[in-house]
Protein backbone atom coordinates (compact mmCIF):
# COMPACT_ATOMS: atom_id res chain seq x y z
CA UNK A 1 0.00 0.00 0.00
CA UNK A 2 1.44 3.29 -1.13
CA UNK A 3 1.92 5.84 1.92
CA UNK A 4 1.92 8.90 0.42
CA UNK A 5 0.77 8.75 -3.60
CA UNK A 6 1.00 11.68 -6.11
CA UNK A 7 -0.56 12.02 -9.44
CA UNK A 8 0.51 12.56 -12.12
CA UNK A 9 4.45 11.23 -12.02
CA UNK A 10 5.28 13.65 -15.11
CA UNK A 11 3.87 16.53 -16.08
CA UNK A 12 5.52 18.09 -19.78
CA UNK A 13 3.17 21.47 -20.73
CA UNK A 14 3.29 24.64 -22.41
CA UNK A 15 4.05 27.96 -20.73
CA UNK A 16 0.92 29.81 -19.46
CA UNK A 17 -1.06 27.00 -19.04
CA UNK A 18 -3.04 25.84 -16.26
CA UNK A 19 -2.14 22.44 -14.27
CA UNK A 20 -3.06 20.70 -10.98
CA UNK A 21 -1.20 18.31 -9.08
CA UNK A 22 -2.86 15.28 -7.06
CA UNK A 23 -1.30 14.24 -3.23
CA UNK A 24 -3.22 11.67 -1.25
CA UNK A 25 -1.79 9.96 1.84
CA UNK A 26 -3.03 6.58 3.71
CA UNK A 27 -1.10 7.01 7.12
CA UNK A 28 -3.64 9.19 9.28
CA UNK A 29 -1.47 12.19 9.31
CA UNK A 30 -2.49 15.45 10.45
CA UNK A 31 0.27 17.72 8.61
CA UNK A 32 1.18 17.46 4.50
CA UNK A 33 3.27 19.65 2.70
CA UNK A 34 4.61 20.77 -0.80
CA UNK A 35 8.69 20.62 -1.68
CA UNK A 36 9.99 21.93 -4.66
CA UNK A 37 13.53 20.48 -5.94
CA UNK A 38 14.96 22.07 -8.45
CA UNK A 39 17.92 20.91 -11.16
CA UNK A 40 20.55 21.15 -8.09
CA UNK A 41 18.65 19.08 -5.95
CA UNK A 42 17.80 21.90 -3.88
CA UNK A 43 14.62 21.23 -1.86
CA UNK A 44 12.61 23.72 -0.58
CA UNK A 45 9.28 24.12 1.41
CA UNK A 46 6.77 26.09 -0.32
CA UNK A 47 3.46 24.93 1.75
CA UNK A 48 1.99 23.45 4.67
CA UNK A 49 -1.46 22.14 5.92
CA UNK A 50 -2.53 21.15 9.05
CA UNK A 51 -5.96 19.63 9.62
CA UNK A 52 -6.45 21.58 6.31
CA UNK A 53 -5.51 25.10 7.49
CA UNK A 54 -2.64 26.51 5.53
CA UNK A 55 0.26 27.11 8.18
CA UNK A 56 3.17 27.43 6.20
CA UNK A 57 3.11 29.50 3.45
CA UNK A 58 6.64 30.33 2.09
CA UNK A 59 7.71 33.25 -0.62
CA UNK A 60 5.69 31.40 -3.22
CA UNK A 61 3.91 33.55 -6.53
CA UNK A 62 0.65 33.40 -6.09
CA UNK A 63 0.05 31.57 -9.34
CA UNK A 64 0.79 28.55 -6.71
CA UNK A 65 -2.66 27.62 -4.80
CA UNK A 66 -2.80 24.53 -2.59
CA UNK A 67 -5.92 23.13 -1.77
CA UNK A 68 -6.99 20.70 0.80
CA UNK A 69 -10.41 19.26 0.82
CA UNK A 70 -9.76 17.23 3.54
CA UNK A 71 -6.20 16.02 5.71
CA UNK A 72 -5.96 13.66 4.04
CA UNK A 73 -5.04 15.12 0.64
CA UNK A 74 -3.50 18.21 -0.69
CA UNK A 75 -3.63 19.13 -3.75
CA UNK A 76 -1.32 22.02 -5.78
CA UNK A 77 -2.76 23.92 -8.79
CA UNK A 78 -0.59 26.38 -10.84
CA UNK A 79 -1.55 29.18 -12.76
CA UNK A 80 -0.01 30.73 -16.14
CA UNK A 81 3.16 27.88 -16.03
CA UNK A 82 6.70 29.41 -16.36
CA UNK A 83 9.91 27.80 -17.67
CA UNK A 84 11.08 28.08 -14.35
CA UNK A 85 8.18 26.12 -12.56
CA UNK A 86 10.07 23.31 -14.35
CA UNK A 87 11.28 21.21 -10.80
CA UNK A 88 10.27 18.24 -9.17
CA UNK A 89 7.47 18.15 -6.58
CA UNK A 90 7.41 16.54 -3.93
CA UNK A 91 3.83 16.18 -1.81
CA UNK A 92 5.18 14.91 2.11
CA UNK A 93 2.80 13.93 5.73
CA UNK A 94 3.60 14.37 9.35
CA UNK A 95 2.06 13.17 12.33
CA UNK A 96 2.06 16.77 14.00
CA UNK A 97 2.92 20.06 12.74
CA UNK A 98 6.72 19.63 14.10
CA UNK A 99 7.06 17.72 11.20
CA UNK A 100 9.82 15.36 12.84
CA UNK A 101 9.16 12.16 10.64
CA UNK A 102 8.49 13.77 7.06
CA UNK A 103 6.93 10.77 4.83
CA UNK A 104 7.46 11.76 1.23
CA UNK A 105 5.55 10.75 -2.21
CA UNK A 106 7.02 9.62 -5.16
CA UNK A 107 7.60 13.41 -6.74
CA UNK A 108 5.82 14.98 -9.70
CA UNK A 109 8.21 16.14 -12.37
CA UNK A 110 6.81 18.75 -14.19
CA UNK A 111 8.49 20.32 -17.08
CA UNK A 112 7.49 23.79 -19.02
CA UNK A 113 8.04 24.06 -22.63
CA UNK B 1 25.13 33.05 3.71
CA UNK B 2 22.75 30.39 3.19
CA UNK B 3 20.79 28.97 6.18
CA UNK B 4 22.03 24.97 5.94
CA UNK B 5 25.04 24.07 3.73
CA UNK B 6 26.46 20.61 2.70
CA UNK B 7 29.19 20.47 0.45
CA UNK B 8 27.73 18.88 -3.24
CA UNK B 9 30.49 17.00 -3.68
CA UNK B 10 30.61 14.08 -4.78
CA UNK B 11 32.33 12.82 -2.08
CA UNK B 12 33.80 8.94 -3.39
CA UNK B 13 34.61 5.98 -0.54
CA UNK B 14 35.58 2.75 -0.69
CA UNK B 15 33.58 0.05 -0.10
CA UNK B 16 34.14 -0.76 3.35
CA UNK B 17 35.44 2.45 4.67
CA UNK B 18 33.86 5.45 6.97
CA UNK B 19 31.69 7.97 4.88
CA UNK B 20 31.82 11.48 6.83
CA UNK B 21 29.20 14.14 5.73
CA UNK B 22 28.93 17.29 7.13
CA UNK B 23 26.36 20.09 7.22
CA UNK B 24 26.45 23.71 8.88
CA UNK B 25 24.15 25.53 9.55
CA UNK B 26 23.77 29.88 10.24
CA UNK B 27 20.93 29.62 13.14
CA UNK B 28 22.78 29.07 16.56
CA UNK B 29 18.90 28.51 18.18
CA UNK B 30 18.30 24.85 15.77
CA UNK B 31 17.85 22.45 18.18
CA UNK B 32 16.32 19.66 15.45
CA UNK B 33 18.26 18.38 13.21
CA UNK B 34 17.09 15.59 10.51
CA UNK B 35 19.55 13.35 7.75
CA UNK B 36 17.48 12.30 4.36
CA UNK B 37 19.05 10.03 1.97
CA UNK B 38 18.02 10.38 -1.28
CA UNK B 39 18.73 7.76 -4.26
CA UNK B 40 18.35 9.16 -8.00
CA UNK B 41 15.15 9.47 -9.27
CA UNK B 42 13.22 8.75 -5.86
CA UNK B 43 11.62 10.86 -2.82
CA UNK B 44 13.97 11.31 0.31
CA UNK B 45 13.48 9.14 3.04
CA UNK B 46 14.30 10.09 6.36
CA UNK B 47 17.72 8.06 8.26
CA UNK B 48 17.70 9.72 11.44
CA UNK B 49 17.16 12.81 13.95
CA UNK B 50 18.63 14.21 16.62
CA UNK B 51 18.17 16.91 19.18
CA UNK B 52 20.62 19.63 20.44
CA UNK B 53 21.00 16.75 23.73
CA UNK B 54 23.10 14.58 22.18
CA UNK B 55 24.33 12.12 19.16
CA UNK B 56 22.48 9.15 17.92
CA UNK B 57 23.91 5.64 16.79
CA UNK B 58 21.30 2.83 14.67
CA UNK B 59 22.84 0.62 12.71
CA UNK B 60 25.86 1.97 10.75
CA UNK B 61 24.73 5.06 11.02
CA UNK B 62 25.79 7.96 13.50
CA UNK B 63 25.03 11.43 13.77
CA UNK B 64 26.73 14.15 15.62
CA UNK B 65 26.13 17.55 16.52
CA UNK B 66 28.69 20.56 17.17
CA UNK B 67 26.69 23.10 18.60
CA UNK B 68 29.72 25.45 19.31
CA UNK B 69 30.85 25.20 15.73
CA UNK B 70 27.49 24.87 14.40
CA UNK B 71 27.71 21.80 12.16
CA UNK B 72 25.91 18.98 11.89
CA UNK B 73 27.78 15.50 10.64
CA UNK B 74 26.48 11.53 9.67
CA UNK B 75 29.19 8.90 9.56
CA UNK B 76 28.16 5.85 7.96
CA UNK B 77 30.58 2.75 9.30
CA UNK B 78 31.07 0.05 7.15
CA UNK B 79 29.97 1.87 3.65
CA UNK B 80 28.03 -0.43 1.27
CA UNK B 81 27.33 0.67 -2.59
CA UNK B 82 23.70 0.12 -1.48
CA UNK B 83 24.92 3.77 0.47
CA UNK B 84 25.52 5.69 -2.90
CA UNK B 85 22.92 8.45 -2.82
CA UNK B 86 22.55 11.84 -2.19
CA UNK B 87 22.11 12.99 1.63
CA UNK B 88 20.12 15.80 2.28
CA UNK B 89 20.52 17.77 5.90
CA UNK B 90 17.52 19.22 7.02
CA UNK B 91 17.62 21.89 10.05
CA UNK B 92 14.36 22.74 11.51
CA UNK B 93 13.35 26.34 11.60
CA UNK B 94 11.06 27.54 14.20
CA UNK B 95 8.06 25.06 15.29
CA UNK B 96 7.33 23.61 12.07
CA UNK B 97 9.38 24.53 8.46
CA UNK B 98 12.34 22.20 7.71
CA UNK B 99 15.12 23.81 5.89
CA UNK B 100 17.32 21.83 3.61
CA UNK B 101 20.38 22.11 2.46
CA UNK B 102 21.41 21.25 -1.01
CA UNK B 103 22.59 17.69 -0.56
CA UNK B 104 26.08 15.92 -1.10
CA UNK B 105 25.85 13.10 -3.34
CA UNK B 106 28.17 9.80 -1.61
CA UNK B 107 29.31 7.42 -3.86
CA UNK B 108 30.73 3.50 -2.76
CA UNK B 109 33.17 2.20 -4.80
CA UNK B 110 33.63 -1.47 -4.85
Known amino acids: DTAVSQTPKYLVTQMGNDKSIKCEQNLGHDTMYWYKQDSKKFLKIMFSYNNKELIINETVPNRFSPKSPDKAHLNLHINSLELGDSAVYFCASSQDPGGNEQFFGPGTRLTVL | QKEVEQNSGPLSVPEGAIASLNCTYSDRGSQSFFWYRQYSGKSPELIMF????GDKEDGRFTAQLNKASQYVSLLIRDSQPSDSATYLC??????????FGQGTRLTINP
Open chain 2, 50 to 53: IYSN
Open chain 2, 90 to 99: AVRQGAQKLV
